[in-house]
C-alpha cells in the first residue's frame, strides 16, 4: 500500500512538473537578495536536516537562524530535488497513508514540512517508532520535523518562503542537531511528542522544562557574521561555547580591535576556578580580571604599562594565553623562523608565539606573523577556540 503511495505521489509531482537534481548548499541562500520574506529555507535532503537563514544588513539571505533534524523521504518515496516556495498550511492535515500531521505547510504539490504523524487529530496519537525514525529516511516525500519545529515553521514562514531541497554530505553551517529524545523506549511511550509546547503534555513530569522545546540549534543573532566570512565557524564557535559575545545584541563586530581590558577579560572567562574576585565597589569592569591575572601571573610589571582602552597586539595575547596554559614551544627560532617579519617579535613574547603557532592557535598573513598587529574581535574568536581544542 505505501509503495504505491509512493508512486502516486511521484507521478502527481512529475505532472506538477517538479525541478529535476540540481546543486545547491548554503552559498546558495547566501547570494540570494531579499525576496519579501524573512527566512529563506534550505533543505538538506542526503543529511536529513533542514537550515533556514535570515537576512542580513546588505539584504541577502546569509544568516543561518536555525537547523532542525528531519526525515525526508524514503527509497522510491525521496523528497524532490528543487526549488519551491511555501503556499497554503493547516494545523492538523490527513496524510496520504491515512495519518495526520500536525502544522503543515505545504512547499511543493503534496509535499509539506509538517510533525512526525498521528494516527489521529490528537496529539496524544503520535506514531513513536516514527518519532525514533526521526534523523532518517521515513518519509513518503514530506519533510517530517519535531512537532516544535514543525510549528516554528507553520508560525515564522509565511506564503511565499522560498524553499530549497538539495543534496550534501555537510548537514549546514550549524550542523545537524539530535532530536530531543534520541530514542522513546515502549515504557516510556505516552503518545506524545516530547517537543509539543501544550501545557498537557505528560513529558513536562519525566523530563521537566526541557518538555515543550526543541532541539534546533540556534545560530548568532549577529548580522555582521556572514556564512561566507572566513571566520563564520570560528566565531560561531565560540559564542555556541560561551566564550565571546556581541558588542551588541545583534553585532558582533568582528573587524572590531579588540582592548587590553576585553583581551584579559577573555582570559579570565576561560580560567578553571570561577570563583570571582572580590574587588572594591566603584571598581572599573575589568577589575576583577586584571586583580586576578595579576595573582596567577598572566600579566607581569616586566611586560609595560597595562593600557585597559588601548588595543593588544597579536603577540600579547598570544603570551597571555600561553602563561595561562604555562605553555612551552617546542623550538621557538625553528618555528619562527619561516615569518619574515620575525625580528619584530618581543624577545618576552618570542616562546608564547612558537608555542601558539606550533599549537595551531595562531596562523600568520603571507608568510608574516604580525606580531605587532592590532588583534580583531574575529581573530581572538578563533584563538579562544582553537586555544580550547588542545
Avoid at 503534496?110 to 512526525?116: D, T
Avoid at 615569518?339 to 619584530?344: I, L, W
Wanted: glycine fraction near 8%; include cysteine; hydrophobic fraction near 40%.
Amino acid at each position: 500500500m505505501k509503495k504505491l503511495i509512493c508512486i502516486l505521489l511521484a507521478a502527481l509531482l512529475i505532472a506538477g512538473g517538479a525541478a529535476p537534481a540540481f546543486a545547491a548548499g548554503p552559498e546558495t541562500a547566501a547570494a540570494t537578495k531579499n525576496n519579501g520574506s524573512p527566512y529563506y529555507i534550505m533543505v538538506n535532503r542526503q543529511a536529513n536536516c533542514v537550515t533556514v537563514y535570515g537576512l542580513d544588513p546588505a539584504g541577502y539571505y546569509s544568516i543561518p537562524v536555525r537547523a532542525m533534524v528531519t526525515s525526508t523521504g524514503k527509497p522510491g518515496c525521496e523528497t524532490p530535488l528543487g526549488t519551491y516556495s511555501i503556499s497554503n498550511r493547516a494545523e492538523w492535515m490527513y496524510m496520504a497513508d491515512g495519518s495526520y500531521g500536525q502544522y503543515a505547510t505545504r512547499f511543493n504539490g503534496a509535499i509539506l514540512f509538517h510533525s512526525v504523524c498521528y494516527r489521529k487529530k490528537d496529539p496524544s496519537t503520535l506514531m513513536t517508532y516514527e518519532y525514533n525514525a526521526l534523523g532518517g529516511f521515513a518519509s513518503l516525500g514530506c519533510v517530517r520535523l519535531q512537532t516544535a519545529d514543525a510549528k516554528w515553521v507553520f508560525e515564522n514562514c509565511k506564503a511565499g518562503t522560498t524553499v530549497v531541497v538539495y543534496n550534501a554530505e555537510n548537514p549546514g553551517p550549524l550542523g545537524k542537531p539530535d532530536t530531543l529524545l534520541s530514542q522513546i523506549t515502549d515504557a516510556q511511550d505516552n503518545g506524545w511528542d516530547p517537543t509539543d509546547p501544550r501545557t498537557g503534555n505528560p513529558w513536562r513530569s519525566v523530563i521537566g522544562d526541557k518538555a515543550g522545546t526543541s532541539s534546533a540549534f540556534l545560530g548568532m543573532p549577529f548580522k555582521d557574521v556572514r556564512v561566507s566570512d572566513w571566520f563564520f565557524p570560528q566565531v560561531l564557535g565560540a559564542y555556541r561555547a560561551d566564550l565571546m559575545r556581541g558588542m551588541t545584541t545583534d553585532t558582533f563586530v568582528p573587524g572590531g580591535q579588540l582592548t587590553y581590558a576585553q583581551a584579559l577579560q577573555l582570559v579570565y572567562n576561560m580560567r578553571s576556578d570561577k570563583t570571582p574576585e572580590t574587588v572594591a565597589a566603584g571598581s572599573p569592569w575589568y577589575a576583577p580580571a586584571v586583580q586576578w591575572a595579576e595573582k596567577n601571573d598572566i600579566v607581569r610589571t616586566t611586560d609595560g604599562t597595562f593600557n585597559p582602552n588601548s588595543p593588544i597586539s597579536r603577540q600579547t595575547f598570544a603570551l597571555y594565553l600561553s602563561r595561562l596554559a604555562d605553555g612551552k614551544a617546542a623550538s621557538a627560532d625553528e618555528t619562527l623562523a619561516v615569518y619574515g617579519d620575525a625580528d619584530r617579535i618581543l624577545d618576552s613574547c618570542r616562546n608564547a608565539l612558537a608555542w601558539a603557532v606550533e599549537n595551531g592557535i595562531m596562523t600568520g598573513y603571507k608568510n608574516n606573523i604580525m606580531p605587532n598587529g592590532a588583534l580583531t574581535r574575529a581573530e581572538a574568536a578563533t584563538m579562544l577556540l582553537r586555544y580550547t581544542e588542545l
